[in-house]
């Protein structure tokens, strides 16, 4: 006799679902078309019909159980072919919404970065931090002479406030991690093996490549935007360890001219970022006839990237124009936006680069991915 199974439908999971973008998910009638055109669903375990199905009946927990939404890149070729006008795409974009709002550790920060209508207060933190750091230590005000931001905010103060508050952030994400690999292999039944390393290595390899992104059909101009803007990040990245080599070993301190190699390198790296950022908005604003829309949390993420490059390049230039009354009030600002893009990334759209590797990963390990 078969088993029976007794599904007892999370309601309240249903309902956030359907409030964070995921509107339309009741209009699925299961013809699995969109399990048919992904070009990332694996023949004999695929998706998203799966999570439309699950995600109607409000199974969160046999979800957050599946590397399958995370497998998705959000190429929206289901939403496309969609004969119900469903937005699969859309749905599993909200599902990972959800997943990283109650993976955050700790809870609250997840309710601080995903909602974007905590987004100003989200701000508003490192901001006063900053204020009340700076008032304490006595460096409130316009220094005199030569804008060098360093004699507004001393570097050991900005070090300490950073290193903290990354370095939690780090642990945070990390937990979150372990949790979800966890989670993975408890119920998918296939804990960690040898097969992991190489397995990571290669979904490594296609991340630098962005070679899923190639499979899209109907949204393929979104590979090009989603390069510019992880290189972007990778470059600023190094430009960060290239300026604290500096600072430390041949002693060379801000500002440091134009001509400096580091300068060149983190120039085109904020360029790269700017432009990155600029395609994805483009993208997303241009109508290609397919059935979609980015959610606010989407655009929060990328308003937030947009605004950290344009006030970077702002410090920079209102600092050669020597107006200091702009110039430190910018700075301010742009490490506000830093603040929001490193110590927030465990729960902003960030956090999916970690999500995404481990599920990958855990595909490739268990053979159920496809091909890239
Ligand atoms: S989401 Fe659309 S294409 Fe997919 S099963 Fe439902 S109705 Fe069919
Ligand atoms: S958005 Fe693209 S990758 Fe994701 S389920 Fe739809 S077709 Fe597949």
């Known amino acids: 006799m078969a088993e029976e199974t007794v599904i007892s439908p999370d309601i309240k999971f249903i309902r956030e679902l359907k409030e964070t973008g995921g509107e339309t998910l009741k209009k699925c009638y299961q013809c699995a078309t969109c399990s048919v055109v992904c070009p990332i669903s694996p023949d004999d375990r695929p998706f998203p019909r799966k999570e439309m199905v699950m995600a109607q009946w409000g199974m ?38 959800r997943f990283i709002k109650e993976a955050a550790v700790p809870g609250f920060m997840g309710n601080l970065v995903t909602e974007p209508k905590m987004t ?53 994400y990390l937990t979150s991690l372990s949790r979800f690999w966890n989670r993975l292999t408890r119920v998918n039944g296939r804990g960690y093996s040898k097969a992991f390393v190489p397995a990571l290595v290669e979904t490594i390899t296609e991340f630098l490549k962005h070679s899923k992104f190639a499979k899209c059909e109907a949204n393929r101009d979104r590979k090009n935007g989603h390069l ?51 395609i994805v908005i483009a993208n997303r604003t241009k109508d290609k006839g397919i059935n979609t829309r980015s959610s606010s949390f989407d655009w929060t993420f990328v308003i937030m990237v947009l605004l950290v490059c344009v006030t970077g390049i702002l410090t920079e230039l209102i600092r050669l ?48 991915d496809v091909e890239a």
């Open 120 to 172: 100003l207060v989200a701000l508003a933190i490192p901001l006063l931090l900053f204020l009340v750091v700076l008032g304490v230590t006595g460096h409130l005000g316009i220094p005199e002479g030569r804008i060098v931001y360093s004699k507004l905010f001393p570097i050991r103060y900005i070090e300490v406030i950073f290193l903290s508050a990354v370095g939690l952030a780090g642990v945070a």
């Open 60 to 97: 969160k927990e046999e979800i957050f159980s599946s590397p399958d939404i995370w497998t998705c890149h959000n190429c929206n070729d289901c939403s496309k072919y969609c004969p119900r006008g469903a937005r699969p795409g859309d749905v599993l974009g909200a599902l990972r919404q």
């Open 321 to 368: 124009a020597g107006i200091a009354a702009l110039a430190y009030p910018m700075y301010l600002v742009h490490l506000t936006f830093v603040f929001y893009i490193i110590v927030y990334f465990p729960y902003s759209k960030l956090a999916h680069m970690g999500y995404r590797t481990l599920a990958i990963a855990y595909s490739k390990m268990t053979a159920r």
């Open 228 to 278: 510019l803007v992880f290189y972007g990040f990778v470059g600023l990245f190094i430009t960060t360890l290239w300026i604290t080599f500096y600072y430390y070993v041949p002693k060379i301190h801000s500002p440091i001219p134009l001509s400096d190699p580091m300068k060149w390198f983190g120039n085109l790296s904020a360029l790269t970022l700017l432009t990155g950022s600029l």
